[in-house]
């Protein structure tokens, strides 16, 4: 176990990009006697005016050149920045001396994320890339059961996602802004941002990808702009297991929503039965959010805490433990997170190549 960064008080900490999903990843900092709130930054006046309401006594800024001039003394950063300043933005923070927890992606380039690798390495700072799938309570489950042998061998697994246009919380006009520029850089919203964590849950349950092959679509939602679906993706992990992942859009569809419209299912399918994460961020199907089917039996889990926000809460005050005790696995840090790049990677290169299979470890 690595020695802790902060053993002896709370960590002190500063949120820097106070957009939408603030909202959710604030749940771990709120009344955690690990942490200080210190310093919130943003270059937008009313985000910080708003989100000061959380924190009254922590100092605002509008960008992290006036946060780092201004001496304050603290330890690590949430960082929940545009996906394309992420590889600056990450050097910048690393390099003023601060633990950074990330958000996904890691970033968009190969070259990039090796370099924001390095430069943790070389800074002696932790570079934590967060993945709250990971600690979805029913995906846990999911997990603990497969790895059980209750449904037996596995003999393969499938994962579902259909983004819809109607329902859920208001997403600003900016944000969708830059989620298009992404898009236009070649990074659709659907595989490369929401669908990271989807590549993070397929490595996470079976390990690594030897080869993967994708058909990747695309929808015109407004005039110019268009979004990457209808998508299919299918992959061998290196112990055998196949998965497959479809991801569609159905723009008229309504559903139930504390957060985005996006209705998910994993299925993992073993020699003598299945197991089925029933949705995840919405809540298209009103049942429970685990079933286990095994010779003639369904077992439903009813009381798992299966609200999609409560995944930010647990995945941050981990991170939060971890600085505080050296507790690890990071899930994930930065080598995790290339191995997530790189195979959402080789699905574009596959794609390119009118669908052949790509082995993730040759993109180096
Ligand atoms: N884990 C998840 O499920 C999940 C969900 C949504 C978004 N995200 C990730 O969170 C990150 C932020 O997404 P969002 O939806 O909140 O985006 P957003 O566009 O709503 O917010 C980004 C914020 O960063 C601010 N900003 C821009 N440049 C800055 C800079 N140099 N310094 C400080 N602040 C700056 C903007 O003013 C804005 O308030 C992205 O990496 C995204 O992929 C993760």
Same mark, same amino acid.
């Given at each position: 176990m690595p020695s802790p960064a902060v053993p002896d008080r709370p960590v002190r900490a500063a949120f820097v990009g106070l957009g939408r999903i603030y909202d %959710?990843?604030? +749940? &771990? #900092?709120r009344g955690n006697p690990d942490v200080e709130?210190?310093? *919130?930054v943003d270059p937008s006046e009313d985000r910080r005016l708003e989100r000061q309401a959380d924190w009254p006594d922590a100092a605002t800024f509008e960008s992290v050149d006036r946060l780092a001039a201004a001496g304050l003394e603290f330890d690590a950063v949430e960082a929940l920045l545009p996906i394309a300043h992420h590889a600056e933005g990450v050097s910048e923070l690393l390099g003023n001396g601060?633990? =950074?927890n990330l958000q996904k992606p890691i970033c968009n380039d190969l070259d990039e994320a090796v370099g924001m690798a390095a430069a943790a390495g070389a800074s002696?700072?932790? %570079?934590?890339? $967060?993945?709250?799938y990971v600690? #979805?309570?029913? +995906?846990?489950? *999911? /997990?603990? =059961?497969?790895d059980s042998g209750e449904i037996g061998e596995v003999v393969g697994?499938? %994962? /579902? $996602? =259909?983004?819809? !246009?109607r329902g859920g919380w208001n997403v600003p006009g900016g944000t969708y802004d830059r989620q298009f520029a992404q898009a236009q850089r070649g990074r659709g919203t659907l595989l490369f941002d929401d669908g990271w964590h989807k590549l993070s849950t397929a490595l996470w349950l079976f390990g690594p990808v030897r080869e993967v092959r994708a058909w990747i679509g695309n929808t015109e939602v407004?005039? !110019?702009?268009? =979004?990457? &679906?209808?998508t299919t993706l299918v992959w061998e992990h290196s112990n055998g297991v196949r998965g497959v992942w479809d991801i569609t859009l159905a723009v008229d569809m309504f559903l139930r929503s504390d957060y985005y419209t996006n209705d998910e299912r994993w299925e993992v399918t073993g020699r003598h039965g299945f197991a089925r994460v029933n949705r995840c961020t919405a809540r298209g199907l009103q049942e429970p959010s685990l079933e286990v089917y095994r010779d003639g039996e369904l077992r439903s889990h009813h009381a798992l805490d299966d609200d999609w926000a409560s995944s930010f809460r647990d995945s941050g005050r981990h991170w939060l433990r971890f600085l505080r005790t050296g507790e690890g696995p990071l899930l994930w840090g930065a080598d995790q997170a290339l191995d997530v790049l790189r195979l959402a990677l &080789?699905? #574009?290169a596959s794609n390119e190549s009118g669908g052949i299979g790509i082995d993730p470890a040759s993109l180096v």
């Open positions: %959710l990843n604030r +749940l &771990a #900092y709130v210190v310093a *919130l601060w633990h =950074v002696g700072r932790h %570079l934590r890339v $967060m993945e709250n600690f #979805y309570e029913p +995906l846990r489950r *999911l /997990k603990q =059961v497969v697994y499938h %994962l /579902k $996602m =259909v983004a819809s !246009g407004i005039p !110019g702009i268009g =979004v990457d &679906a209808p &080789a699905a #574009y």
